[in-house]
Structure formats: structure tokens, C-alpha cells
């Protein structure tokens, strides 16, 4: 999908501060509207704690999208991004690897898929440069690593103090490096997609007998963490809480949680596990693979020595060890407006996880909407926001309405979205009915905001 708007010629260029997910997202939306865009990216001339390179939309964390099924939430998000005519889940889809019914992606294929189409655009210039003042017109996009001088600014500006918490992130180990004797290839329920049908599983399973896990849990719990004031009293968000800090909440906590065995028979012993750690891949050549749901803070030494207890993983070569860093996001409900933007400067937005929604996914839909919203005012129109019986609007309600004396980063779930007038006991069966209406009007609302314009002199091609 692509659309174009008349733009005079002297206009100036509009300025998106962050080159990831969400500011990569909203430079396409308006460079592909006829506007010229310049993405100012502080990587390259000062690094992050999280960064590995200065590739725009570089994934620092995770390597999926999670669902695409339109029965869960992340999938549903998904659907209506497609509806919009997200880049990024274009770029997703071709560096697709094994991964259930999940979009994974290899990593760098990713990244460096969003990288050339942003950097080969040619109304789209990136400046290596780290900025310290709020743009107008234009987007904050910096995420969760946010320059501290920049972040000073936000605060003032809002007059507020900019909160924040901590991301942990999970060891990658070496294939070559994991006991095959001991694993066994499985995804939970068999779930599998077409692109999975050439690999036998899409995860790779560790599985524990009940005496291996207590002696697994004995050693997490006891292991020596990062330390510090700042990371004592920094709130974790549930979806990235350390493995320790779980483990620490009850002797079953992982077992019914990131280590959970259900769904999942060993085809070595014919029976399920006490529990088991599975591993995602990472890249195409399935090289690399993720200990999933294992987000830490433990010393290296103590990765080493813990995380090899893990059955099949008694020799692991790690390729990346497990991290924290800082995640700052700003107070929306009571500092920004329904589309995100400052109270005195609509065309002053905010995307992505400074707003306070959490994943890629959601960070990327934050940015599409910022880079809509902000081309239609532009061009004189009023910004809009999707009604909240779809996923995006969903997500834009709760940022508006939520208590600002509580308010925690939230992921896409159907808890968001307006309830179906009748009710529906069937679980899976309601999930698809919201789904359904949320597609439904997703469509109705691009018919009229998006894909079409109202105003003279401005001409969009779909």
C-alpha cells in the first residue's frame, strides 16, 4: 500500500528523533505521504548499554513479533498493522525463521531489511546525531534508552520527572554447543505454520526431571545478581522479569510459567516432564538460539555456571549473556493527549515504549499511527485515533485512560478491547468474534482516515 501527498517543494523536512522500531515505522509513513523526513539517530556517534550496532531498528531484546494467530492479541495487532501498510512487518516477514505459530525473525536480516528501505528512500535523510530538544513538527521515538539530556527535556517540558525500570534480556547459546541426546525438537500442542513444515518442531526442549529443576531453582535463587540502589528498587514489567526474581516468588513459579512442560512429550521417554527450558532460534542457519523467558541480571560467571545445569546445555557456548538495562518511558495518561502528542504542541508526538506500550509490535503500531497522525495534520486535517474495539485503539485507550498513579507499560491483550454486546463463554470463540469486528472496523476506519483525504490540494493514492 502506498500513498502519496502533494507537498510544496520548500516544506521543511519533518524530524523524527530514534531510528528504531517506532521511528523507522513513522519516517515510511510520511515519507511514503510525499513528506521529506529526517531521522535523527544517536547511534553511531554515542552507543547504548543495549546496542550492538548503529542499524536502524536494531532488536535489542527478543527476535519475535510474537502471535500471528487473529485469536491472540499480538496477532491481532498484527492484522491491522498489515491493514495500514506497516514496513515493518514487511521487513519481519521476509527474515522470517522457524518459530511456531510466532513471527520470528533472524535478527540482522531484520534489522538490516528495515535499515535499506529507510536509508534508500529518497525523500527519508538519517543524521548521526544525538538531540537534546523536543522537534515541532515532528516524533520522539528513542525507546527505551533514551539519552538522559533528552529525557531531562521530556520532563521539563511535561512538568514532570520521566519515570523508569529495567529490561533484562536472555542468554543466546551455540547450537553446536547443545547435547542432542538430551533435547528434543517440539512445539507446545505440535502448533506449527507453513513456514515451520520443513523443520520437525520449531523449539528446541530441555527437559528436567523433578530433582534436576529443585537443584536448578536451588542454584538460581542463590546466585549472585547485579547489584546496586538503582536496580534494587527499579520495578520490573512482568513480560521481562528476571528468571530469578520468578524463581524467587515460589519453588513452582517457573514450572508454571516460562518453564512449564505442558504440551510438550519427550519422544525419548513417551512422557512430559517436570518441566522444561525451551530455546528459540535466532537466526536462519539456526545457529543461535534464545533461552526463552530466561531474562537476567546474574554476574556472567554465575550465567555460566547456573544456566549449564540446564539438561542439554552442560557444555553451552554463549554467544550473548543475559543483561539489564534502563527502559524510560513517560507518564501518558496524565502528560500527553489521546494521539500521543504534547498538551501544547499537537504536532509535537510521542511512539513507541516512551509512551509506554511494551514490545515490538505495539512500539512499531505506536509509530505507523504518530507518522499517520502527524501527515494529517500537516496537511490541516485533525489527528485520529482507531475506535477502541480494535487492538491499536485498544492499546491508544488505555494510554489515555488508565490511572496515571499506577500507570505500568502495557502490552497488547484482549482485556483492552471493548467487550462483545452478548456474551460468549467460549474462550477461543469470543477471541475470534473481537478479532473479526476489530478487522471489520480497522478497514472501515482506514477507508475513511487513511486512505482517503478530505482536503483541497492534497490528492492520496492508494
Not at 502506498?2 to 530514534?18: D, E, K, N, R, W
Not at 523433578?210 to 546496586?228: I, T
Not at 525451551?278 to 538460539?289: I, K
Not at 534464545?290 to 554476574?299: D, H, I, S, Y
Request: hydrophobic share 40%; net charge neutral; aromatic share 8%.
Amino acid at each position: 500500500m502506498s500513498y502519496l501527498t502533494l507537498v510544496p517543494a520548500s516544506f521543511p523536512p519533518v524530524s523524527i528523533i530514534g531510528g528504531g522500531l517506532a521511528g523507522s515505522e513513522a519516517a515510511w509513513q510520511l515519507a511514503e505521504r510525499g513528506y521529506s523526513v529526517t531521522i535523527h539517530e544517536m547511534r553511531g556517534v554515542r552507543a547504548t548499554p543495549a546496542h550492538k550496532t548503529d542499524v536502524l531498528a536494531e532488536l535489542v531484546c527478543s527476535n519475535t513479533f510474537k502471535s500471528t494467530e487473529f485469536s491472540n492479541a499480538h496477532g491481532l495487532l498484527k492484522a491491522e498493522m498489515r491493514v495500514l501498510g506497516s514496513v515493518i512487518l514487511l521487513a519481519a516477514d521476509e527474515a522470517r525463521v522457524p518459530g511456531g505459530s510466532a513471527l520470528t525473525v533472524d535478527r540482522d536480516v531484520f534489522s538490516r531489511g528495515v535499515h535499506n528501505r529507510i536509508t534508500s528512500h529518497p525523500r527519508i535523510t538519517v543524521v548521526r546525531e544525538e538531540v537534546t530538544s523536543l522537534p515541532s513538527p515532528g516524533i520522539v521515538a528513542t525507546g527505551p534508552l533514551t539519552s538522559d539530556a533528552l529525557a531531562e527535556a521530556i520532563g521539563a517540558r511535561l512538568g514532570i520527572a520521566s519515570l523508569a525500570f529495567y529490561d533484562a534480556i536472555a542468554p543466546i547459546v551455540a547450537r553446536d554447543s547443545i547435547d542432542e541426546k538430551i533435547v528434543f525438537r517440539a512445539s507446545r500442542y505440535g502448533k506449527e505454520t507453513m513456514q515451520d513444515a520443513a523443520v520437525e518442531g520449531a523449539y528446541l526442549n530441555c527437559p528436567f526431571s523433578r530433582e534436576q529443576y529443585e537443584a536448578f531453582l536451588d542454584a538460581l535463587v542463590s546466585a549472585d545478581q547485579f547489584h546496586g540502589h538503582e536496580f534494587d528498587q527499579a520495578p520490573f514489567f512482568e513480560g521481562c522479569m528476571p528468571v530469578e526474581v520468578m524463581a524467587q516468588r515460589g519453588r513452582d513459579t517457573l514450572r508454571f510459567g516460562p518453564m512449564k512442560p505442558v504440551g510438550l512429550r519427550d519422544p525419548k521417554t513417551g512422557r512430559q516432564a517436570w518441566a522444561v527450558v525451551q530455546l528459540r532460534m535466532e537466526d536462519r542457519a539456526g545457529q543461535m538460539w534464545n533461552l526463552v523467558g530466561f531474562q537476567t541480571r546474574l554476574r556472567i560467571p554465575e550465567q555460566q555456571r547456573v544456566f549449564r545445569m540446564i539438561p542439554g546445555l552442560e557444555n553451552a557456548e554463549f554467544l550473548r549473556f543475559g543483561s539489564i538495562h534502563r527502559n524510560s518511558y513517560v507518564n501518558s495518561p496524565s502528560s500527553l493527549t489521546p494521539h500521543l502528542s504534547l498538551r501544547d504542541d499537537p504536532k509535537t508526538l510521542l511512539a513507541g515504549q516512551i509512551t509506554g506500550v511494551e514490545g515490538y509490535t505495539e512500539s512499531a503500531a505506536s509509530g505507523l499511527l504518530a507518522g499517520i497522525n502527524l501527515s494529517r495534520m500537516l496537511a490541516g486535517d485533525d489527528p485520529v485515533v482507531p475506535p477502541p474495539t480494535t487492538m491499536l485503539g485498544a492499546l491508544y485507550r488505555y494510554l489515555r485512560e488508565a490511572d496515571p498513579r499506577h500507570f505500568q507499560p502495557m502490552n497488547a491483550n484482549f482485556g483492552l478491547v471493548v467487550d462483545l454486546p452478548e456474551p460468549v463463554r467460549d474462550k477461543k470463540r469470543k477471541r475470534e468474534l473481537l478479532a473479526q469486528r476489530a478487522l471489520e472496523h480497522m478497514q472501515e476506519w482506514r477507508a475513511e482516515f487513511v486512505a482517503a483525504t478530505a482536503h483541497a490540494g492534497v490528492s492520496a493514492v492508494s
